[in-house]
């Protein structure tokens, strides 16, 4: 979920007509919005299982808006459209089962997404899903561009470990193109890169402007939930881009109001659910990520600890390696 939300601009998310809003029904809402999706678009699904019902469709659209409104979406500007998947209802033309919805269908909800503008004058970052061995051509990285265009020819490195070389070939949709820019899933080869030299959660750039490799950085969280508190010296696992990384929080800076953005306390000693805080932050191993006013989509990070999102952040400032 963490993987696809942070290379995502659009997220269809679904909410069971009978159950409403459920707490991962929360916690995907809240990533998505920290992991910089823009574009909601809701399926109240299962409307077979509440026989087709306004009602009930009203009700779990107030739940799921009251949510929204939290955290910044506008839920005047989402599209709900009561859905049954299984029987194809309002997915690609309206149903008779529900004469009262007059909005959008499935399909037109997602033709009507807006395509964003694509960030091609940032440095070049393509964090790397996997590295595949293929016979005649060698170690193909695989990856989305996030930010920049790679041309063949191009020099490149890949970070943390610092392997780079010339890119050989890029292949898209199994058809090999000349370059490539921000949204396009591609597979490229680098002259010189061997299966061992690049693996899942490295980032590549080009040589005159390497990913930032951070020593610690400063990030701005929000504790979704916690079983107790968290202080200082807490070690979970950071999701940022494709990588995982166990991280420690070294100090808790300040504390801050989640509505207005104040700082509330310095120095705090704790934090808890609920709360807002600027921390700094020490990767137990090399990680690339970047401030997010400068790479914004390398920027944001989930941390999950004890099989459940415990919080979401953004990096403010790197302290390179």
Not at 59 to 78: D, T
Not at 188 to 194: D, H, T
Not at 272 to 292: L, N, S, Y
Request: proline share 7%.
């Amino acid at each position: 979920m963490i993987t696809g939300a942070s290379q995502a601009d659009a997220a269809v998310l679904v909410v069971a007509a009978p159950d409403g809003v459920m707490a991962q029904t929360k916690e995907h809402i809240f990533l998505s919005r920290t992991l910089g999706i823009n574009q909601l678009i809701v399926a109240v699904n299962k409307m077979d299982a509440v026989d087709y019902s306004e009602a009930r469709y009203k009700e779990v659209v107030e739940q799921v808006s009251g949510i929204l409104k939290m955290i910044g979406f506008k839920p005047s500007e989402i599209p709900f459209v009561p859905t049954s998947a299984f029987y194809g209802d309002n997915i690609v033309k309206h149903s008779d089962k529900t004469p009262w919805y007059k909005g959008p269908t499935m399909m037109d909800t997602l033709n009507n997404l807006k395509e964003p503008e694509k960030p091609s004058t940032l440095p070049l970052r393509i964090p790397v899903e996997d590295a595949y061995t293929i016979s005649g051509i060698g170690t193909v990285p695989v990856g989305r561009v996030e930010t920049g265009v790679m041309k063949k020819g191009d020099k490149v490195v890949f970070m943390p470990g610092g392997a780079g070389g010339e890119v050989k070939s890029i292949e898209m949709h199994h058809e090999e193109i000349p370059q490539a820019a921000p949204g396009d899933n591609i597979g490229w080869n680098v002259r010189g890169i061997g299966k061992n030299d690049v693996r899942r959660g490295d980032v590549c750039g080009h040589v005159d402007n390497p990913p930032k490799v951070a020593d610690e950085f400063v990030g701005q969280i929000v504790v979704l939930q916690h079983p107790s508190a968290i202080t200082a010296g807490y070690t979970p696992v950071f999701h940022a881009h494709t990588s995982q990384i166990a991280c420690q929080l070294i100090a808790l800076n300040r504390k801050l109001d989640p509505k207005t953005g104040q700082v509330k306390e310095e120095n705090p000693t704790f934090l808890k659910a609920g709360d807002a805080a600027i921390v700094t932050i020490k990767p137990t191993k090399p990680m690339v990520i970047e401030p997010v006013k400068e790479i914004p989509q390398l920027g944001r990070f989930a941390i999950r600890d004890m099989g459940m999102t415990i919080a979401a952040g953004m990096c403010m400032s790197v302290k390179q390696k």
